[in-house]
């Protein structure tokens, strides 16, 4: 049975930085491309940013790039998102993501999601 479990969300101000990591269970972790997504209030899902197997190649969304950065550790089974000069309209839940397949993009179909953790950045 795939877990995902996100930790790391809370309040900060605009301006501040929140560091997100997703420790992955019941799967073959470095061979799992990974990805983080959110939803705010009212709004469809969203693609934030997403990883290869191997961390050698990463892909953002053009809200994120400069500011968040995605990274992993396979061996311990995590993925993380730094996230830095945070923005009000980056208030969201956030998801992390697990692909059967080694390679995946935003536009990619994701096999497993966490419950996500909540992110709220005040102005």
């Known amino acids: 049975q795939v877990q995902l479990a996100e930790s790391g969300g809370g309040l900060v101000q605009a301006g501040g930085s929140l560091r997100l990591s997703c420790a992955a269970s019941g799967l073959t972790f470095s061979n799992s491309a990974m990805g983080w997504f959110r939803q705010a209030p009212g709004k469809e899902r969203e693609f934030v940013a997403a990883i290869t197997w191997s961390g050698g190649s990463t892909g953002y969304a053009e809200s994120v790039k400069g500011r968040f950065t995605i990274s992993r550790d396979n061996t311990k089974n995590t993925v993380n998102l730094q996230m830095n000069s945070l923005k009000p309209e980056d208030t969201a839940v956030y998801y992390c993501?697990?692909?059967?397949?080694?390679?995946?993009?935003?536009?990619?179909?994701?096999?497993?999601w966490g419950q996500g953790t909540q992110v709220t950045v005040s102005s």
């Open positions: 993501a697990a692909s059967k397949f080694r390679y995946a993009s935003s536009r990619s179909p994701f096999d497993y």
